[in-house]
């Protein structure tokens, strides 16, 4: 018996994958199944960007929800000079389009992940100096946001300091006593002993305080007197502070 002749259809169809997605060529159409969405694809009416695959010059005609593992499905069709008004720019369809595309979408996910943990430090995040704020900006933190916030922080830890010391005070009333200190005394004891020398921790406590009241005042100045102004703690007595966002 003959074998049936082979339908058109199936002599010109073919499947290529590039990357995790899957492509169906034919005369006439091209179907990209996607694994993950082409960011800069949008279906247009006017000044059309035309899509280069494989040598060919193409144009989103259509876009659709994908079925699984899919997640976006894309159609093309030939493009026809004259009868199509076109962008100035032009895109291109190939293994390295795609292994661009994944790349940056797990540079994003990476950037989330670390986003969602600094969020658990964001009152701190202003303290860091104005290079380090500009970095985090590429991940959502805006430095002059976190900048105001930590200067707030600050200000609260001083009243912070004000509260353990009047409570050190009303102790070294009661016991006789001189226990004065902050919060650093309060809750790593009266010294840090270093071998057989023993430094009294409220030192430290004052040096702070002091830190403190000089940084909130004179980055708070600087911060309303210019509206583009980041500093991170102490960041003044230093180097300038960044002026601008970049």
């Known amino acids: 018996m003959n074998a ?10 073919r499947t290529v994958k590039i990357g995790p997605d899957r492509v169906i060529v034919t005369e006439d159409l091209v179907t990209i199944d996607a694994k993950h969405e082409m960011p800069d694809w949008k279906v247009r009416a006017y000044k059309v960007i035309p899509i280069y695959f494989e040598n060919k010059k193409y144009y989103l005609a259509e876009k659709r929800q994908g079925e699984q593992p899919y997640s976006v499905r894309y159609l093309l069709k030939p493009w026809v000079d004259g009868k199509i008004d076109s962008a100035a720019i032009f895109q291109t369809y190939d293994a390295e389009t795609v292994a661009q595309r994944d790349s940056s979408r797990r540079s994003e996910a990476q950037g989330e992940v670390v986003r969602a943990f600094l969020l658990l430090f964001y009152p701190f995040l202003g303290l860091l100096w ?9 991940i959502g933190f805006i430095p002059r946001s976190i900048t105001s916030i930590s200067i707030f922080m600050v200000f609260c830890l001083i009243f912070g300091q004000g509260v353990f010391l009047v409570m050190s005070l009303q102790a070294s009333a009661r016991s006789g006593v001189i226990m004065i200190g902050g919060m650093i005394r309060a809750f790593a004891g009266d010294h840090l002993q270093i071998g057989s020398v023993g430094i009294p921790l409220y030192l430290f406590d004052i040096l702070v305080s002091l830190a403190m009241i000089l ?4 980055r708070y100045t600087k911060y309303l007197k210019d509206d583009e102004w980041t500093g991170g703690f102490l960041e003044w007595m230093f180097r300038r502070s960044a002026r601008s966002i970049e």
Not at 4 to 13: D, F, G, N, R, Y
Not at 132 to 137: F, H, V
Request: no cysteine.
């Open 215 to 218: 940084d909130v005042a004179v």
């Open 4 to 13: 049936p002749p082979e339908t058109p259809q199936a002599v010109l169809e």
């Open 130 to 138: 104005s290079r380090t704020q500009q970095r985090l900006n590429r």
